[in-house]
């Protein structure tokens, strides 16, 4: 049951994007030849006025085919036709509508939480062994963590999981004062937590009731959380801390979503945390396709600075068809990574 709702939470998503791309084309007078949801054969198709409609068989995927994208076009109304300007809106409007969508979703999860946890110590547990004007105090704000700010309990948990060799550099407003703790040891040990032996770190953050007010904040730190995660993915693969096997396509994600709501308590709380990986790969889906990838609408709007440049440069206008070339280069480059990814997600859930 949760692989046919992560299928159909995934065709969510991508319908999204693909319908920002399709609403920002068709409201600046672009013609779009196909809409489509899916990859693959055709299922069901439907021809509009000039444009086809279609639901494709693969569930991972979707285009929006506008006229002159990847190729010459005689037509006024083609993409390579238009203003810099509006093919940028164009090219932007997927990612932002996955953003919008997602802020959304996650105003709505939000809206439902009976307590938020901050970042200000209430307590530590019986044997804390970091106690003390050198440590940590009750009363103690931890605002940064590994030179990342820390806005609520959950910032913290997230930023524990990059810690190395359980020390990191804390950064706590005490008596307002800020206090550095450089190398600070942070481990797991055993505490006694309602009557039973439990791993935790001895922490106790303070707990408050939300207004409305501070459910929209939450929110709002919430997709900021969701960017700075990905960021910090990033990075590992840039340093080598992460690999390319480490990557995930629509299948490992599917996956992903399938184990969220199998390892749920119930039927509610797994739909809950799917639609909450939901916002996240949306918001996933919206930066990285913005990034400056080739064959991402990211990398399209920087050769689209690129070629203004040299045009102004030599003074004339760049034949169309060059950008087509790189567009479609790029994107067997890309589509073979994404073939890649796949397998590799395959393999991964065969060996899991």
């Given at each position: 049951?949760?692989?046919?709702?992560?299928?159909?939470?995934?065709?969510?998503?991508?319908?999204?994007?693909?319908?920002?791309?399709?609403?920002?084309?068709?409201?600046?007078?672009?013609?779009?030849?196909?809409?489509?949801?899916?990859?693959?054969?055709?299922?069901?198709?439907?021809?509009?006025?000039?444009?086809?409609?279609?639901?494709?068989?693969?569930?991972?995927?979707?285009?929006?085919?506008?006229?002159?994208?990847?190729?010459?076009?005689?037509?006024?109304?083609?993409?390579?036709?238009?203003?810099?300007?509006?093919?940028?809106?164009?090219?932007?409007?997927?990612?932002?509508?996955?953003?919008?969508?997602?802020?959304?979703?996650?105003?709505?999860?939000?809206?439902?939480?009976?307590?938020?946890?901050?970042?200000?110590?209430?307590?530590?547990?019986?044997?804390?062994?970091?106690?003390?004007?050198?440590?940590?105090?009750?009363?103690?704000?931890?605002?940064?963590?590994?030179?990342?700010?820390?806005?609520?309990?959950?910032?913290?948990?997230?930023?524990?999981?990059?810690?190395?060799?359980?020390?990191?550099?804390?950064?706590?407003?005490?008596?307002?004062?800020?206090?550095?703790?450089?190398?600070?040891?942070?481990?797991?040990?055993?505490?006694?937590?309602?009557?039973?032996?439990?791993?935790?770190?001895?922490?106790?953050?303070?707990?408050?009731?939300?207004?409305?007010?501070?459910?929209?904040?939450?929110?709002?730190?919430?997709?900021?959380?969701?960017?700075?995660?990905?960021?910090?993915?990033?990075?590992?693969?840039?340093?080598?801390?992460?690999?390319?096997?480490?990557?995930?396509?629509?299948?490992?994600?599917?996956?992903?979503?399938?184990?969220?709501?199998?390892?749920?308590?119930?039927?509610?709380?797994a739909i809950w945390n799917i639609v909450y990986f939901m916002a996240f790969i949306g918001v996933n889906l919206a930066i990285v396709n913005l990034l400056p990838i080739p064959a991402m609408d990211g990398g399209r709007i920087l050769f689209l600075f690129i070629t203004w440049?040299?045009?102004?440069?030599?003074?004339?206008?760049?034949?169309?068809?060059?950008?087509?070339?790189?567009?479609?280069?790029?994107?067997?480059?890309?589509?073979?990574?994404?073939?890649?990814?796949?397998?590799?997600?395959?393999?991964?859930?065969?060996?899991?």
């Amino acid at each position: 049951m949760y692989i046919v709702v992560a299928i159909i939470a995934f065709g969510i998503l991508i319908a999204i994007h693909e319908t920002g791309h399709f609403s920002a084309a068709k409201l600046l007078g672009v013609k779009v030849n196909e809409f489509a949801i899916g990859m693959g054969p055709k299922i069901l198709k439907k021809q509009g006025k000039e444009t086809l409609y279609s639901l494709r068989a693969l569930p991972f995927g979707g285009f929006c085919a506008m006229e002159g994208e990847n190729e010459s076009s005689e037509d006024a109304r083609s993409f390579t036709a238009q203003k810099r300007w509006r093919r940028v809106i164009i090219l932007a409007a997927g990612g932002i509508a996955n953003l919008i969508a997602c802020f959304i979703i996650v105003v709505i999860l939000a809206s439902q939480a009976q307590v938020l946890a901050g970042t200000t110590l209430t307590g530590l547990m019986d044997g804390f062994p970091n106690e003390g004007p050198q440590g940590l105090m009750t009363g103690d704000t931890i605002i940064s963590f590994n030179g990342e700010r820390i806005y609520y309990k959950e910032d913290f948990s997230m930023f524990l999981q990059f810690m190395k060799d359980g020390q990191a550099d804390i950064v706590v407003r005490r008596n307002g004062e800020k206090i550095k703790l450089d190398r600070f040891t942070l481990e797991e040990r055993e505490y006694m937590v309602d009557g039973e032996m439990q791993l935790k770190y001895g922490l106790i953050f303070n707990v408050f009731e939300p207004n409305a007010w501070d459910k929209l904040k939450y929110s709002g730190y919430m997709m900021m959380n969701f960017v700075r995660l990905i960021r910090v993915s990033i990075a590992q693969l840039v340093t080598g801390a992460a690999g390319i096997r480490d990557l995930s396509g629509p299948v490992g994600i599917v996956d992903a979503m399938n184990n969220i709501g199998r390892d749920s308590r119930s039927v509610g709380e797994a739909i809950w945390n799917i639609v909450y990986f939901m916002a996240f790969i949306g918001v996933n889906l919206a930066i990285v396709n913005l990034l400056p990838i080739p064959a991402m609408d990211g990398g399209r709007i920087l050769f689209l600075f690129i070629t203004w440049a040299i045009e102004r440069i030599i003074r004339r206008r760049l034949d169309p068809k060059y950008e087509g070339y790189i567009n479609t280069t790029a994107l067997v480059m890309l589509m073979g990574l994404m073939v890649f990814i796949l397998v590799n997600d395959v393999v991964k859930i065969i060996n899991h």
